[in-house]
């Protein structure tokens, strides 16, 4: 596979992660001052698409690794989250409860345990990522075609309201592993999508007009998230956003995007403490007085500062905030060459 046809992976992991992220922002600025805003309906149409393509690219590079060593797997697909998930659970629960660091450590206590229990709000696609392929892994020898059914199943019966438990564990595998699964199972079928693209089709934006639209219509009549249209709109609006990715691939001014996307993996680790900030300062202070900007900018800084962070400690022994130290890896595992939230297409799945 040529570099060309590649490119257009890190431009959609970029799409997605500034999605999350300015989706993020968005619930945290309402959550703070009850105030919805026009991009309160922006975070409201990426919803159906971000997350489902997420995890469908997660699960597009997976067939090169899950039949080969037994501790490289586990040690690149589910250790490497749940390490980086209680790092970052462990660095966010003492800043958020500073106060109590002195006076009541057993408040912090508490706050870790039910972080592990309950994956917080920030971080939870880490330990979901590791739960998701650990499943993969262990039905690797299934009929794939019965366990697509079955999530899909899983996903309905969620959006249905069937399955609602509270736990985030089960309620989000049963919402999201169908798309995960079918970035493993269908990968042949999303790479020569792109590819056939990215050899150029002249009616790719008017498609893209036409989803944008029906995905409009739905997300404002509030169907979006009824049973099956849910699971088709994931499925169309992760088609939809890799010919956009195949579009900026073949451009010159995408440079931006496809940096972001390879560093997707540093920004979902960080932006949540930057964000946080961004939130008290610009909300206390009102420099931005119009509130769809405000959050907007939130999100813009939170990424921003994400990677001028990582770039200040990535030569220091902080860099194990972003690269683990041999010690918390599988004896026997490979090591890999690069770091990853969703995989890439030279498969570089070890930490920044």
């Known amino acids: ?40 309906f922006a975070a409201a149409w990426a919803a159906p698409i971000i997350l489902p393509t997420l995890f469908i690219m997660s699960g597009l590079f997976l067939p090169r690794t899950l039949f080969g060593s037994k501790s490289t797997f586990l040690d690149r697909k589910v250790l490497r989250f749940v390490y980086f998930y209680v790092v970052w659970l462990i660095i966010q629960t003492v800043i958020l409860y500073a106060p109590h660091v002195t006076s009541n450590p057993l408040v912090i206590a508490s706050a870790m345990l039910s972080g592990l229990a309950q994956p917080t709000s920030g971080l939870w696609i880490l330990p979901m990522l590791a739960l998701f392929h650990l499943t993969t892994w262990l039905a690797r020898r299934s009929a794939p075609t019965k366990i697509l059914l079955v999530a899909a199943l899983l996903q309905t019966a969620h959006a249905a309201g069937m399955i609602q438990t509270g736990w985030l564990v089960i309620d989000t595998f049963a919402q999201y592993f169908v798309f995960f699964f079918a970035g493993y199972h269908g990968a042949n079928l999303f790479r020569r999508f792109a590819a056939r693209l990215s050899e150029g089709f002249s009616d790719v934006p008017v498609a893209l007009i036409i989803w944008a639209a029906i995905n409009t219509v739905l997300v404002a009549q509030g169907t979006a998230t009824l049973p099956i ?40 680790l960080t932006y949540f403490l930057p964000m946080t900030a961004a939130q008290t300062l610009l909300v206390r202070s009102g420099l931005l007085p119009e509130p769809g900007l405000t959050s907007l900018a939130i999100g813009l800084i939170a990424i921003a500062l994400s990677l001028a962070f990582h770039r200040l400690v990535r030569r220091t ?36």
Request: charged share 15%; aromatic share 10%; proline share 2%.
């Open 1 to 40: 596979m040529s570099v060309t046809r590649i490119n257009w992976v890190d431009y959609a992991k970029g799409v997605c992660i500034i999605g999350l992220v300015l989706a993020q922002s968005v619930y945290g600025y309402v959550a703070m001052t009850g105030q919805s805003n026009w991009m309160h």
């Open 317 to 352: 022994p902080l860099k194990a905030l972003y690269r683990r130290p041999m010690r918390f890896r599988l004896k026997g595992a490979e090591l890999s060459r690069g770091g990853q939230l969703i995989g890439s297409a030279t498969d570089r799945v070890e930490e920044a």
């Open 229 to 268: 249209i849910s699971l088709v709109l994931g499925f169309a609006g992760a088609f939809a956003l890799i010919a956009l990715a195949t579009r900026l691939a073949n451009t010159r001014h995408g440079a931006a995007m496809q940096y972001i996307g390879r560093a997707q993996f540093v920004i979902y």
